[in-house]
């Protein structure tokens, strides 16, 4: 989807001064695009009508800059699609314990989502644990076990207790008499929507008293997203969704605009199987990386959970456009501990491609790459780090390789991969000054 809305603008900036019909025909590669994603076909008419009158442009003066206008019209109408229109209630710590329950259709994504949502709180440091009150799934507490241990999540179950309420109220009893900050509990979904089922979420939610109800919702369904997640809606307090399986499905664009179309606001979204396959969701950073604009808020999001960016600093730079070999060192220590590489690599504009294709994850060539690229920034002095010009000169090049036991050829490509970073860092920075095609502050 974002390849070709980005293509049908990047053609449309080629004619250096758009006119009507090359704007109108821009519209409809968007628009088609738009239908193959399954989005809804009046949110696609709706999109085009309104960037046609956000960008009248046959009133507009010579002076003015109407690719970027038209630009800017584009994200907007795609930030709206995707925007509830009121945000969702926030978890608050240090309040008693949160109780977050989740419900959803059985192969949603449900217990995994659990997992990971507990997952990213904890690494915010949050005391955080599990409660698996799905009886109505065989091996379903054994999954959520497997998944809790992993993540090193503290997890209540049972074997033998049969009814879904008794656990939860258990569970949740116990870790509230614990202390902990956040208390996810997964409940059992059903193959369809079933009296049965919404019967036990109106008894969970009396016994759990919970802080938020999030529905699950597996968006390879598309637009029918929208029925599904009104229906939830009319008979619990659903108070955010989660959209999950957004990897590799072509409807994605349809059923997070088709659950926005319901007013009910996306927290997070989930790309993959794995436990930190999971991200935040906003709008704008979406759009943003959706029409390839590099992802520096979502960096920044990241390394703050991961703790690094307490460097209020270096985040003030690299929005500025400035970009040193000491923040990219800082960025590389930090990667290791921030998960697999390649979902970092995405929100860096331009990193992805530093590496060969397949070459992430831990133990990789990339891995191996990235650590030698440490290795060699540890070998360089304070002076080279902030000033990177210097470092270009054949003996201080010698010297840095000698220093970090690497050949003179890696570190040139080190300098290589760094120029070019920088240069990519520089031009997000001034975009976003700019407000060009907006949405890169944090
Ligand atoms: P539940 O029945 O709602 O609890 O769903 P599960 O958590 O058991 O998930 C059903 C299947 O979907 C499992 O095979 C998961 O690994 C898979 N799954 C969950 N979330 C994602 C996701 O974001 N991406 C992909 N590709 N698979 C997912
Ligand atoms: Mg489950």
Request: net charge positive.
């Amino acid at each position: 989807l974002g390849g070709k809305i980005s293509a049908a603008i990047r053609r449309m900036s080629n004619n250096t001064v758009p006119d009507e019909t090359v704007l109108k025909q821009m519209l409809s590669e968007i628009a088609r695009a738009l239908l193959e994603a399954d989005v809804n076909v009046r949110a696609v008419q709706q999109l085009r009508g309104n960037v046609l009158s956000a960008v009248d442009i046959s009133s507009l003066g010579a002076g003015v800059n109407k690719v970027k206008l038209i630009q800017k019209a584009v994200f907007d109408e795609l930030c709206r699609m995707l925007d509830a229109g009121h945000k969702a209630v926030p978890l608050k710590r240090g309040h008693g314990s949160n109780v977050v329950m989740f419900v959803g259709l059985q192969g949603n994504g449900k217990t995994t989502t659990c997992a990971k949502y507990a997952y990213h709180y904890s690494r915010k440091g949050w005391k955080t644990c599990l409660v698996c009150a799905d009886t109505f799934r065989a091996g379903a507490f054994d999954q959520l076990k497997q998944n809790a241990t992993k993540a090193k999540i503290p997890f209540y179950g049972s074997y033998t207790e049969t009814d879904p309420v008794a656990i939860a109220t258990a569970g949740v009893e116990r870790f509230r008499a614990e202390g902990y900050d956040l208390i996810v509990v997964d409940t059992s979904g059903r193959h369809k929507q079933e009296v049965a089922l919404f019967e036990e979420m109106e008894q969970m939610t009396s016994a759990v008293k919970p802080t938020d109800i999030v529905f699950v919702m597996d968006s390879s369904i598309g637009q029918a997203a929208h029925d599904q997640a009104a229906a939830f809606r009319s008979r619990v307090d659903v108070g955010s969704v989660i959209i999950t399986k957004l990897d590799g499905h072509a409807k994605g664009g349809g059923a997070l605009s088709a659950v926005a179309a319901t007013r009910s606001p996306i927290t997070f979204i989930g790309t993959g199987e794995h436990i930190d396959e999971f991200e935040p969701f906003v709008a704008e950073r979406f759009v943003g990386r959706l029409l390839g604009m590099g992802d520096v808020s979502g960096l920044m999001t990241t390394m703050k959970d991961a703790g690094l960016a307490n460097n209020a600093d270096m985040v003030k730079r690299l929005t500025g456009g400035v970009f040193t070999l000491r923040d990219m060192n800082e960025q590389f220590e930090g990667i290791a501990r921030m998960g697999p590489l390649d979902k970092v690599m995405g929100m860096i504009p331009g990193l992805s491609s530093m590496l060969p294709e397949g070459a992430v994850g831990n133990g990789s060539e990339g891995a191996k790459r990235i650590q030698a690229f440490g290795y060699i920034m540890d070998a360089m002095t304070d002076e080279e780090l902030d000033n990177p010009k210097v470092v270009w000169c054949t003996s201080r090049i010698r010297r840095v390789a000698r220093g970090s036991g690497r050949h003179v050829a890696e570190v040139e490509a080190l300098l290589v991969e760094y120029r070019r970073f920088a240069k990519m860092v520089q031009s997000v920075g001034s975009m976003s000054k700019k407000g060009g095609m907006g949405g890169l502050g944090g």
